[in-house]
């Protein structure tokens, strides 16, 4: 149990951990922000809320390199740091919200499947010209298919595609290190004298 518990304590581990939960809390408060406007919470108007994502993967990032690396970051350290933010981020955000919509308000849910129904029976012509009756027929149906649950992993799978190039972008802007191709390593600070005359 001891080593499962120092496996959770590395810096690595435990900041991006951290941020994460803070950027969960954070799109969470933005879920809860649209409902309380009276927007409809769910779907593609809650597509903003991955920049909170963003904000705090560059926050650990940065926060990383400049107290734990002391100025150096790696490229697979800022690469693991953004991923973890973002799932954690994503699995936090998705159970808040399928705990709100389970516990304190279902209505929103069944508006959601309601309002993905009537864009799907709007758009029937072009539907059923670009893919046939037998897709458009399958769409109706997947939609009488959604649970709550399965909010939880679009969520995740969303926000795991949509993180892959702020990822890369972010983690290639923060790395730091102090060698290179043409430079092996750090200079000693008192190299060897050479043996020749």
Same mark, same amino acid.
């Not at 951290?18 to 969960?24: E, I, R, S, T, W």
């Not at 991923?83 to 981020?89: A, D, E, H, I, L």
């Not at 399928?98 to 959601?112: A, G, H, P, Q, S």
């Not at 059923?128 to 109706?140: D, F, H, K, W």
């Given at each position: 149990?001891?080593q499962?518990?120092?496996?959770?304590?590395?810096p690595?581990?435990?900041? +991006?951990?951290l941020?994460?939960l803070?950027?969960?809390?954070?799109c969470?408060i933005?879920?809860?922000?649209?409902?309380?406007?009276?927007?409809? $919470?769910?779907?593609?108007?809650?597509?903003?809320d991955?920049?909170?994502?963003?904000i705090?993967?560059?926050?650990?990032?940065?926060?990383?390199?400049?107290?734990?690396?002391?100025?150096?970051?790696?490229?697979?350290?800022?690469?693991?740091i953004?991923?973890?933010?973002?799932t954690v981020?994503?699995?936090?955000?998705?159970?808040?919200?399928y705990?709100?919509?389970?516990?304190?308000?279902?209505d929103?849910?069944?508006?959601?499947?309601?309002d993905?129904?009537?864009?799907?029976?709007?758009?029937?012509?072009?539907?059923?010209?670009?893919?046939?009756?037998a897709?458009?027929?399958?769409?109706?149906?997947n939609?009488?298919?959604i649970? $709550?649950?399965?909010?939880?992993?679009?969520?995740?799978?969303?926000k795991t595609?949509?993180?892959?190039?702020?990822?890369?972008?972010?983690?290639?802007?923060?790395?730091?290190?102090?060698?290179?191709?043409?430079?092996?390593? $750090?200079?000693?600070?008192?190299? +060897?004298?050479?043996s020749?005359?």
């Amino acid at each position: 149990m001891k080593q499962l518990v120092s496996y959770f304590n590395h810096p690595l581990l435990k900041l +991006p951990v951290l941020f994460g939960l803070v950027a969960g809390v954070l799109c969470f408060i933005y879920f809860l922000v649209l409902y309380y406007l009276g927007i409809a $919470p769910l779907g593609n108007v809650r597509v903003p809320d991955f920049g909170f994502q963003i904000i705090m993967m560059v926050a650990a990032v940065w926060y990383y390199r400049k107290h734990i690396g002391k100025g150096f970051l790696h490229l697979w350290e800022a690469l693991t740091i953004c991923y973890v933010v973002n799932t954690v981020g994503a699995l936090l955000t998705a159970w808040l919200i399928y705990l709100f919509i389970n516990f304190v308000d279902y209505d929103i849910f069944t508006r959601y499947l309601a309002d993905m129904r009537q864009l799907i029976t709007s758009t029937k012509g072009h539907l059923v010209e670009s893919l046939g009756q037998a897709e458009y027929l399958q769409m109706l149906k997947n939609v009488d298919n959604i649970t $709550p649950e399965t909010l939880v992993g679009d969520e995740i799978s969303k926000k795991t595609v949509l993180a892959v190039l702020p990822v890369l972008i972010i983690s290639l802007l923060f790395r730091r290190q102090d060698y290179s191709l043409y430079n092996d390593g $750090p200079e000693l600070p008192n190299p +060897p004298k050479s043996s020749q005359p």
